[in-house]
C-alpha cells in the first residue's frame, strides 16, 4: 500500500461554475481526504461531472479556489496536476495491447525500460488481467477493457484518480464484480479516489464519503450510513433509495424527542432542529402488524396492492387521511392474512424516522 503521504488531499472552496447564463455550479465547499473513496452522485444536469472535470483541470472554475495537499491549484493545467482519469469510454489505444497501453504513461515519464517492465506487471496481476497483455482492446470483453483503463491510470501512481461513470456501459453482472475489484484496488494502493455516478446503490457500496449534488449545488456529504438514515433534505432522502414521507404538525421537542402530528396521531422521530413539516422513514424499517403496538410509532392503513420479488415482497397501502406507504418485508415475513383491501398496523421505531 502507497504511503498516505503520495495520496492527495484536495480542498475545494466556494467553487462556481457558470456557461454563459447557465450556472452549472453554485459555492461548492468541500474536502477530500488523503486517501478516500468519495462518490459524486446526483441527477442528469446536477453538477457532478463538470465540478469532476474541474478538479481534472479540463475546465476553470468561474469561481472559488481549489488546492491540492495544501497548495493552490486553481491555475494548474491538467497535466501538471497528474491526476489519473478514467472514462465513461475507456478511451484506451486500440492499436496498443495491454501491456503498451499500461506502459505509455511510464513512458511519457521517461521511467527506463526495466521499471516500466516491472510496474506494467505489477499492474496487469493488480486487475487481474494475467495471460491477456499481449492483447489488443478488441480482445478484450468489456470488464476486461474497463481493468486496462484502471491499471493504465494507475500505472504512475497518480496522487488522485478520477473515474467519470466508468461502469455505465457494463452489465448488472459486470458492473458488481467491477466494483468489488475497485474497493479493492482502492485499499491496495491508497490513492484518494474521486468517483461520479448516478446509479445510488453503487454509491452506496463503494463510497467513504457520498456527496450528493442537485442543480449545481451540494446538497449533503457524509458517510453513505449518515445520508442514507440521516438525509438533511427532502431531495436527498427521495433521490437516495425508497423512502415513505408523511406530512406531519410538528409540536415541541421533549425529553423523549421531537414529537408530531400524523392524522390525529403523535409520532416520534429524530431531529437536529426540533421538528419538521414531514418525516422521513425507509420502507424496510416499518413492521405490519395486525394490533397496534404499545411502543414505538404506530398508524392505521389498508394494502392496495402486493408485489412479489423473489426474496421480498413490496406492499402499498394507504391511510385513513389518503397518504400512500411502501413497505419492504422478506416474503417469508408477509402475514398470511396479507391482501388487498386487509388492514393492518404500520409499526417502527422512533429512530427510523427522521424529521425534514
Keep these: 500500500m502507497l504511503d498516505s503521504v503520495s495520496a ?13 447564463r447557465f450556472t452549472a455550479l453554485k459555492n461548492i ?5 488523503r486517501g478516500e473513496f468519495l462518490t459524486l452522485l446526483g441527477p442528469s444536469g446536477s453538477g457532478k461531472t463538470t465540478f469532476l ?4 483541470g479540463f475546465e476553470a472554475p468561474s469561481a472559488g479556489r481549489l488546492s491540492l495537499n495544501g497548495v493552490d491549484m486553481t491555475e494548474t493545467d491538467a497535466e501538471t496536476r497528474g491526476f489519473g482519469m478514467v472514462f465513461q469510454g475507456y478511451a484506451l489505444f486500440p492499436h496498443m495491447t495491454v501491456e503498451q497501453n499500461i506502459a505509455f504513461p511510464l513512458r511519457v515519464q521517461k521511467q527506463s525500460a ?12 493488480m486487475v487481474g488481467l494475467g495471460g491477456h497483455g499481449h492483447k489488443k482492446p478488441s480482445a478484450l470483453s468489456g470488464g476486461q477493457q474497463q481493468r486496462v483503463a484502471l491499471a493504465r491510470a494507475l500505472a504512475y501512481e497518480p496522487p488522485v484518480l478520477l ?3 466508468p461502469f455505465s456501459a457494463l452489465d448488472r453482472n459486470l ?17 484518494t479516489f474521486v468517483f461520479v455516478t448516478h446509479d445510488q446503490e453503487e454509491a452506496l457500496a463503494l463510497s467513504t464519503r457520498i456527496a450528493i449534488f442537485n442543480h ?7 458517510t453513505p450510513r449518515e445520508i442514507y438514515d440521516r438525509p438533511s433534505n427532502r431531495f436527498v432522502a427521495e433521490f437516495l433509495g425508497d423512502i415513505n414521507i408523511l406530512p406531519v404538525n410538528p409540536k415541541l421537542t421533549d425529553e423523549q424527542g421531537a414529537l408530531a402530528e400524523f392524522e390525529g396521531r403523535a409520532i416520534r422521530a429524530v431531529s437536529d432542529q426540533g421538528g419538521g413539516s414531514s418525516v422521513a422513514v425507509r420502507p424496510e424499517h416499518m413492521i405490519l402488524s395486525a394490533d397496534e403496538m404499545p411502543q414505538g410509532n404506530s398508524i392505521p392503513a389498508k394494502i392496495t396492492d402486493i408485489v412479489y420479488l423473489g426474496a421480498e415482497t413490496r406492499l402499498a397501502l394507504k391511510t385513513p387521511g389518503g397518504s ?3 413497505m419492504s418485508l422478506p416474503t417469508h415475513a408477509v402475514p398470511a392474512t396479507a391482501a388487498v383491501g386487509a388492514p393492518f398496523w404500520v409499526n417502527w421505531a422512533p429512530e427510523h424516522g427522521v424529521f425534514l
Design 163 to 165: 473515474l467519470d461513470e
Design 324 to 326: 400512500d406507504l411502501t
Design 114 to 125: 526495466q521499471q516500466i517492465k516491472a510496474r506494467v506487471a505489477e499492474m496487469v496481476e
Design 175 to 191: 458492473r458488481g464484480q467491477m466494483q468489488d475489484e475497485m474497493r479493492r484496488i482502492h485499499k491496495d494502493t491508497g490513492t
Design 8 to 20: 492527495g488531499e484536495i480542498e475545494a472552496a466556494g467553487i462556481g461554475k457558470n456557461f454563459g
Design 29 to 33: 465547499s468541500l474536502t477530500v481526504g
Design 53 to 56: 472535470m474541474i478538479l481534472a
Design 216 to 222: 449545481g449545488e451540494l446538497q449533503q456529504i457524509d
